[in-house]
Nanobody, 124 residues
Framework: QVQLVESGGGLVQAGGSLRLSCAAS????????MGWFRQAPGKEREFVAA????????YYADSVKGRFTISRDNAKNTAFLQMNSLKPEDTAVYYC?????????????????WGQGTQVTVSS
C-alpha cells in the first residue's frame, strides 16, 4: 500500500516548463511501476507517461512525446514529470499512480493507488 501526493503544478505561459513531483509513502515504492495521467474539464482521464520500477523503461502518450520526461528516484520515494514546451491543451489536473500490472500499463484500471492531483494551467 502506497500513498501519493503530487506537487509542482501552477500557471505557466505557452512554451514554458514545469516539473511535477509525486512523493510516496511506504517502503515498497520501488516495487511499483509509476504512471502520470491528466484530466481536463469535460474530458476523461488520459494516460500521459509511465516508468517501470527500476526506472529503465519509459512510455509516453503521442500527445506529449518529445516534450515530457518521466523519471523516478527510488531512494527518495519520488517520481517526476518534467514538462517542456507546454501548450494550452496540456491544461489539466495531473495525477500520479502506482501499478502492479504488466508493462506498459496505460489504462486507468492498471493503477490501484492514486494521488489527489495537481493543477497545471497553460495560458496562450
Amino acid at each position: 500500500q502506497v500513498q501519493l501526493v503530487e506537487s509542482g503544478g501552477g500557471l505557466v505561459q505557452a512554451g514554458g516548463s514545469l516539473r511535477l513531483s509525486c512523493a510516496a509513502s511506504g517502503r515498497a515504492f520501488s516495487t511499483y511501476d509509476m504512471g502520470w495521467f491528466r484530466q481536463a474539464p469535460g474530458k476523461e482521464r488520459e494516460f500521459v507517461a509511465a516508468i517501470n520500477w527500476t526506472g529503465e523503461r519509459s512510455y509516453y502518450a503521442d500527445s506529449v512525446k518529445g516534450r515530457f520526461t518521466i523519471s523516478r528516484d527510488n531512494a527518495k520515494n519520488t517520481a517526476f514529470l518534467q514538462m517542456n514546451s507546454l501548450k494550452p491543451e496540456d491544461t489539466a489536473v495531473y495525477y500520479c499512480a502506482t501499478s502492479k500490472g504488466q508493462w506498459p500499463a496505460i489504462q486507468r484500471y492498471d493503477y490501484a493507488n492514486w494521488g489527489q492531483g495537481t493543477q497545471v494551467t497553460v495560458s496562450s
